[in-house]
């Protein structure tokens, strides 16, 4: 099953993502995460990548769809995949359709304001990636003994630009999927555990209509 993950930065895709990997045995794809690994390469490319990940802007989609198709190439994806953080806009959408056929569009729907508050105290482990929040996780390193740290993007002032990127280029998604018959509307619940099995539900109906 090919499903794309869609939701607001901070709605907790990469935390229900890690919860569908296990239960559906198929890998998720973070554009994200294969954006962060090219930033951290010290070249000039990336040092240019990771300027405007800082910034909460988009980078290119020529840049990013290359990475992707390469991901998409391994061997690991071929019974399927969930991609988290991309398409991003309709033209990536549109340019996704031309690589794959997606099943099924997860709309991870949560409340701006739970968002926000979210965000603000978010950090992420510099090893595996993990996410916490700086308010009910107390300790100085990751469970995996990783160094935690606040994401550029996760300060304030790219919280609000990513917020605006989100609203203008990557929300139509929303109908661009529900007018393709593939959307599915996942309520955001404070407990992860419910929030996976809301999408666990959505995903049910997708395969009986399939
Ligand atoms: P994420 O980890 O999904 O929140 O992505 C972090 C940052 O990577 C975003 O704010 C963008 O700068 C960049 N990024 C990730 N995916 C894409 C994409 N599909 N298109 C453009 N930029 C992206």
């Known amino acids: 099953m090919k499903i794309v993950l869609l939701g607001a930065p901070g709605s907790g895709k990469g935390t229900l993502a890690g919860k569908l ?26 040092n240019k990548i990771k300027e405007t990940m800082a910034s909460g802007g988009l980078v290119s989609t020529e840049t990013v769809l290359e990475m992707l198709k390469a991901r998409l ?21 549109q340019l996704l359709e031309n690589i794959a056929d997606i099943d ?11 968002i926000v508050d979210r965000l603000s105290g978010r950090i992420t482990c510099r090893d595996c990636g993990k996410i916490y929040n ?4 107390k300790e100085t390193t990751c469970e ?6 606040v994401r550029d993007d996760d300060k ?14 990557t929300k139509p998604l929303i109908k661009y ?3 393709k018959g593939i959307l599915k509307t ?11 099995k809301n999408a666990i539900d959505a995903l049910d109906c997708a395969q009986k209509e399939n």
Do not use: H, W
């Open 21 to 46: 990997v296990d239960e559906l045995n198929i890998p998720t794809i973070s554009t994200g995460d294969l954006l962060r690994k090219t930033a951290a390469s010290g070249t000039e490319f990336g």
């Open 73 to 93: 190439g391994e061997s690991d994806t071929k019974n399927g995949y969930i991609l988290d953080g991309f398409p991003r806009t309709i033209e990536q959408a």
């Open 104 to 114: 099924a569009c997860l709309y991870l729907d949560v409340d701006k304001d739970v």
């Open 134 to 137: 700086s308010k009910t996780y």
């Open 144 to 149: 995996c003994g990783g160094e935690l740290y």
């Open 156 to 169: 304030p002032e790219a919280i609000a630009i990513r917020f605006e990127t989100y609203e203008k280029n």
């Open 177 to 179: 999927y529900q007018d």
């Open 186 to 196: 996942v309520k955001g619940m404070d407990d992860p555990m419910d929030t996976f």
